[in-house]
């Protein structure tokens, strides 16, 4: 267990529709990340929070926005799903503050299938 | 943007062989990362390099930070089974608020 919680593990819906992805950092972590990664493509970044603020925007699509919230969890909404959406979805953490350089601690992630 | 090219794609060795696989980019990294994943799982930290030059060893895998920093690579000794898995190197780049870019990853294939 790395620390880093994401839920749900697995998660198919249609095309259209919204869901929303949970991510809770490892304790003492203030920033969170987001990576999308499809067959082909490797770790693509989408967002990354620290404390509750955006810090730095990716590839991110205009139909995916995120947030963390007070306590530090983030929730990755992504909307109005194409089937290109279905990816595996990472979150992960770090302690230090944007700008040093440090290793992130990943979650085990969210496997989208959009159908 | 700055891009990492990792190489090779894939490998498919037998046990107890040694595997070198490395990355480059074509602008300066600040930090070298070199992670593995493992089906399933997100990835996990194996190895950080902070200065050109570094060589740092973790078991039976060692890596190095290019001296011109815009290049690295990892060597896994005497490969097991359980090496198994995908190994991405990854990196700071200058003038960045600390986001990772990731290099495309290494399969690697282990024949018992």
């Known amino acids: 267990d790395s620390g880093v919680t994401q839920t749900p593990k697995h998660l198919i819906t249609a095309t259209g529709q919204r869901v929303t992805l949970r991510c809770s950092p490892r304790?003492?972590?203030?920033?969170v990340y987001w990576y999308q990664q499809s067959l082909d493509q490797g770790l693509q970044f989408l967002i990354q929070?620290?404390?509750?603020?955006?810090?730095a925007k990716g590839n991110i699509l205009e139909r995916f926005s995120a947030q963390q919230f007070p306590d530090l969890h983030s929730e990755l909404n992504l909307s109005s799903l194409e089937l290109g959406d279905s990816a595996l979805y990472f979150c992960?953490?770090?302690?230090?503050?944007?700008?040093?350089?440090?290793?992130?601690?990943f979650g085990s992630g969210t496997r989208l299938t959009v159908v | 943007g700055q891009q990492l090219n990792q190489s090779p794609q894939s490998m498919f060795i037998q046990e107890g062989e040694d595997v070198s696989m490395n990355c480059t980019s074509s602008?300066?990294?600040?930090?070298w990362l070199w992670y593995k994943q493992d089906p399933g799982e997100g990835p996990v930290l194996l190895i950080a390099?902070?200065?050109?030059?570094e060589l740092t060893s973790n078991g039976r895998l060692t890596a190095q930070f290019g001296i011109t920093r815009k290049d690295s690579f990892l060597n896994i000794s005497a490969s097991i089974p359980s090496d198994v898995g995908i190994y991405f190197c990854?990196?700071?780049?200058?003038?960045?608020?600390?986001?990772?870019?990731f290099g495309q990853g290494t399969t690697l294939q282990v024949k018992p």
């Open positions: 992960a953490s770090s302690v230090v503050r944007p700008g040093r350089e440090d290793g992130y601690t």
């Open positions: 304790s003492g972590d203030l920033s």
């Open positions: 929070y620290y404390n509750g603020e955006e810090r």
């Open positions: 602008s300066i990294f600040n930090t």
């Open positions: 390099l902070y200065k050109a030059g």
């Open positions: 990854a990196g700071h780049g200058s003038g960045n608020t600390g986001k990772l870019i």
